[in-house]
Nanobody, 120 residues
Framework: VQLQASGGGLVQAGAALNLSCAAS????????MGWFRQTPGKQRELVAQ???????NYADSVKGRFIASRDTAKNTVFLRMNSLKPEDTAVYYC???????????????WGQGTLVTVSS
């Protein structure tokens, strides 16, 4: 399973940015897709996650500003980041919970990470 993320870059505070991530390869099902982020010296933290039923969970720090969406037919997850703040600066990682076979374990898969830098 490969996760290919795109988007990211350098923006000014208050701007918006879009991330996308597509899963490919051989697998049975994806149970959830989402985004995490990490800054140097800190643990990777959840930003947003969308479950198969469409329910989305967000970190408190991004609620009301970030919107996650998912195209299940294309195994793709999106993150619309509005009103960006300097503290949103981080490497953003796409994540998917995937079962490779019917009834098999659900494992974590990660994309390569994409840098988002928000200048003040």
């Amino acid at each position: 399973v490969q996760l290919q993320a795109s988007g990211g870059g350098l923006v000014q505070a208050g701007a918006a940015l879009n991330l996308s991530c597509a899963a490919s390869g051989s697998f049975f099902a994806i149970t959830s897709m989402g985004w995490f982020r990490q800054t140097p010296g800190k643990q990777r933290e959840l930003v947003a996650q969308i479950l198969n039923g469409g329910r989305a969970n967000y970190a408190d720090s991004v609620k009301g500003r970030f919107i996650a969406s998912r195209d299940t037919a294309k195994n793709t997850v999106f993150l619309r980041m509005n009103s960006l703040k300097p503290e949103d600066t981080a490497v953003y990682y796409c994540n998917a919970h995937v079962s490779l076979v019917d009834g098999g374990w659900v494992d974590d898969y990660w994309g390569q990470g994409t840098l988002v830098t928000v200048s003040s």
